[in-house]
């Protein structure tokens, strides 16, 4: 078996899981996907209380200016995170993978009414490990605020239970817990999940939004990029974990490593069988708080299935799957789940 441990380490990098209970209390709220949506009033209530400035959105429109935490948790810049990143995969990056991940309520069609609740996941990444509180107060504030839906509306909601999500039954999280129970590291954490069968599926539930001038197969209409086979899975992913790995692992064993790593899983993904492909990619538009404007959220949906010795991959997939694949994944965009035949 190929492992994703390629020195003698014991982590790769720190992670939350968070289930979030939100009960509406506006009938203004619209239909459609929310994760641009909660994206934007989380990233508006968390600037909120870390910005020092008088002025925290001065801070968001102008970064250079500021210095305060929001900016490497929510916007992380090669600049304001005064980093030094060398080779692959994120040495030539300027904008730098956040530290946040959601996974969103379904989109729906028909609008949302008061009272009706909805469930959400906020998957905090390294150091937004040690914000989960200020968070859970920044969703809180969010409520208070609502979505915003027009110059005259805003849909309130109420923040109405906080879960870990990684231990089944634990009672609720509430700001001023304790958060070092509901953090693990990610290679630990995904020994626990069931070993790969001869045999699996995967199911993109939401966009997944790969930009990739060079890839093989493209959509014509939006220039995106689709996964062709099974290589293009991992090659996706390894770059995804790598780059996180790479920016908040405290063991990062340098370009070199990462290159012999990722080049030995791909060339044994190319002995894989893609036997069913269903990938399409749909147009969805999202919402920009900042912007006050409608953005792209485009991406491909839909299942793959492969079948071959699929053990060199368990380590890889099993982590993607908490962080997502592709870019806007703090829309909640490039989430995936393995189905191993359980």
């Given amino acids: 078996m190929v492992s994703l441990v390629i020195t003698s380490i014991s982590t790769l990098f720190r992670f939350a899981k968070l289930e979030f209970e939100i009960q509406l209390q506006d009938d203004f709220a619209r239909a459609g996907f929310l994760g641009s949506r909660l994206r934007g009033g989380y990233g508006l209530a968390l600037l909120a209380q ?23 948790l929510f916007r992380p810049h090669r600049n304001n995170l005064k980093l030094k990143l060398v080779g692959a995969p994120l040495g030539n990056n300027q904008n730098l993978p956040a530290t946040f991940v959601l996974d969103p309520p379904d989109g729906r069609e028909c609008p949302y009414k008061s009272a009706e609740r ?88 939401t966009p997944t939004r790969i930009e990739n001038q060079n890839a093989r197969r493209k959509d014509r209409e939006t220039g995106l990029a689709v996964f062709s086979d099974f290589y293009d899975v991992v090659y996706n992913a390894a770059q995804r974990v790598g780059g996180l790995w790479q920016l908040y692992g405290e063991d990062w064993p340098g370009p070199t490593e990462f ?11 190319r002995e894989i069988t893609t036997i069913e492909n269903n990938l399409k990619v749909i147009r969805l538009r999202g919402y920009s708080n900042m912007q006050e404007a409608p953005k792209p959220l485009d991406g491909f949906l839909g299942s793959m299935r492969f079948s071959g010795d699929l053990s060199p991959f368990f380590e890889l997939l099993r982590i993607a799957e908490i962080v997502h694949l592709g870019s806007e994944t703090t829309c909640g965009l490039g989430a995936f789940r393995v189905d191993n035949g359980e």
């Fill in 50 to 72: 870390l910005c020092r400035r008088d002025d925290p959105l001065s801070c968001a429109a102008s970064p250079q200016i500021c210095e305060c935490d929001y900016l490497r």
């Fill in 118 to 205: 909805i469930k959400f996941s906020f998957i905090a990444i390294g150091p937004m490990c040690d914000f989960l509180e200020q968070s859970v107060k920044a969703f809180e504030s969010f409520g208070k605020a609502g979505f915003i839906v027009d110059s005259h509306h805003r849909a309130r909601f109420a923040l109405v239970t906080v879960r870990n999500a990684l231990v089944p039954r634990e009672p609720s999280y509430k700001p001023g817990d304790s958060a070092a129970h509901a953090i693990r590291n990610t290679l630990d954490a995904v020994s626990l999940t069931p070993q790969f069968k001869s045999e699996l599926g995967i199911r993109f539930s």
């Fill in 259 to 269: 290159f012999r790593w990722r080049e030995r899983l791909l060339k044994l993904s």
